[in-house]
């Protein structure tokens, strides 16, 4: 009886229906691979992985409601693949279990392709794929995976001649858990695989029982050096990674010892759950005997086991946390003259946004709608202002121009103030600004609730690689994200060293930065899709401002109460935002599009004009009554 509630009732009026369920299910998705073919000559392989998704999409609402977290993986009519994740390297070996996973949405209805293409890592710290060898590839359907026994299925990995190895694909339903563990594990008295005149080197992986009785890799320690009776470093983990929210799903700690080969000694091992991990804390619960070879061997120590919630950037945005955009123009000589077509900061007379023009429009537009009065700081830097080269100047009359249009009209009138495109391309001057305004703001904000987000639009090599990194570590403690779009088709590969997702960001002085808050993504990979540009770039900015306020004790204000509609007052309509008509051949359906246009000084009100839009399709309009020459509207199709 009790298991059929809530989902019918009857009333003399008949049956109530179930309650609409969501068209999608979010799944996570994890790889295990065996037998891998070995690239290397004399010593096994350093392999990771590369996932791709395509297939139909229709357009959907979820990923912009989706602030608490990474953002889920959307596509809008494209079977175009999309690269959603790498894996990190697991060395040497043939047989890696990859941590790493990866959250999207299964639609029953769709048939969505996941390609899996395995390398093995030459050029340690690399995100070019050309530094290291690839090894062949699998390509399976996510329903495929979904309608398996276990949702799991293996694959061969294709390419080459000879065995490649396979490649198996798991899947599981994400539940909603907003809970983070702060665990701390130590063992004692474990058992030595090195022989009489050595002592291992232990580390301890966690895995968790899947419905079908199999294991899944879900963490692993550092590893402690010739210690029996190690004691590791403090991690916090989601609960969510670690079981699923399941506290009593069984989980398996497992002691190795690390060998240079990658053929880890298995130490033991112990069974437990995250209930009784929590409720072991200190007491004699908390020391678990090892089995190994059926006989105890020492025991895993529960040092620390601290739960707590993790907040959402949706409950810091409800209880009034302002969100505020900073933009960097890169001026120097390399973009060319903005009077010569094809060079980057070329104004095209019949108004066709430039790189930097669209980039700004599309990041800009988004992240505008989270600060309550829309004002933002524009800067260049690398131009030579009154004969000297400056590397941090203001963009505009005033310090801060209103919303996306100011900030478009403030880059395109920077080109009658005068400047000279100069160089060298130094990035830490407009760091320490971005970081000391991020300070102001938020002191000056009750109980800090602020976060910034910098973002530097840039055409090359950065000049002063050492200083930019030395002020992003010191920046990593401080209210803010850093967002590096490369525009042009210059090497960005150096740029690429100051995207923590390889590993921690290190100053000069070896101090580790304390959070990643830099993204760069190259904005030839996303020309054609201002959207896909938006999520890439944008991705990231919920956790990390999660993550910030959470290392500084800041919790989500209380929701702020919902206002007297009767007395409300309804903005003022934003009368250049122009309705288009798309003229173009075979045009798609959807949502409403919009981006912005530069009227040529020579149209008037009234002119119709035809313009392509980032996706290339053909938009007619017409020049709207009191735009001023040269001026900016917003237009929709």
Partial sequence: KSSMAGLVSTSQQGTVPLQQQPDFMEVEVSLHCRGLKKMDLMSNSDPFCVVYLSGPAKQRQQQQQQRSGPALLNFNNSSRAVEIGRTEVVYDTQDPDFTATFKMQYHFEENQMLTVKVYDEDKK??????????????????????????????????GGKGNQGIVAIRAEEVTACQDQINLQLAGANLKNKDGWFGKSDPFVTVSRMNEDGTWSLVWKSEVVMDNLSPKFKPSVIQVQKLCNGDYQRPLKFEFLDWDSDGSHDHMGFCETNLASIIAGVGKPEGRMPVQYKNKTHGALVIMKADVSQVPTLTQFLSGGMQMSLMVAVDFTGSNGS????????????????????????????????????????????????????????????EPEVQGVRGLLEAYRGVFSQGITMSGPTLFSSILASAKQRSEQLARSTPNQQSYSVLLILTD????????????????????????????????????????????????????????????????????ASPSRLAGETLAEIPHQVVQYMMSKKIKPMPAAPPPDYSTMVPPEEDTSTVQGSDTSAGKGEGAPQFFEVSIPPSATPG??????????????FIVPTGCPPGGIVRLQY
């Avoid at 590839?137 to 949702?151: F, I, K, P």
């Avoid at 209210?479 to 290190?506: N, Q, R, T």
């Avoid at 002119?607 to 007619?620: C, L, N, R, W």
């Fill in 607 to 620: 002119t119709q004009m035809s313009v392509k839009s980032p996706e290339g399709h053909d938009i007619a």
């Fill in 338 to 397: 903005p009077m010569v077509p094809g060079t980057l900061h070329y104004l095209d007379p019949r108004g066709f946004p430039n790189q930097y023009q669209s980039a700004i429009g599309t990041i800009g537009s988004i992240l505008q709608e989270y600060d309550s009065d829309k004002k933002f700081p524009i800067w260049g830097f690398g131009a030579r202002l009154n004969g000297v080269v400056n590397h941090c100047f203001q963009i505009g009359s």
């Fill in 460 to 527: 090359g090599i950065i000049n002063d690689m050492k200083q930019t990194i030395d002020t992003l570590v010191e920046a990593s403690d401080s209210p803010l994200s850093v967002i590096i779009v490369g525009v042009g088709s210059a090497d960005f590969s150096a740029m690429e060293a100051l995207d923590g997702d390889g590993g921690v960001l290190k100053s000069s002085k070896f101090k580790p930065a304390k959070r990643d808050i830099v993204q760069f993504v190259p904005f030839s990979k996303f020309a």
């Fill in 125 to 158: 710290g690399s995100k070019n794929l050309n530094d290291h060898d690839y090894a062949g590839c699998a390509t399976v359907s996510l329903g495929e995976v979904m309608g398996s026994n276990g949702n799991t299925t293996a694959k061969k990995v294709l």
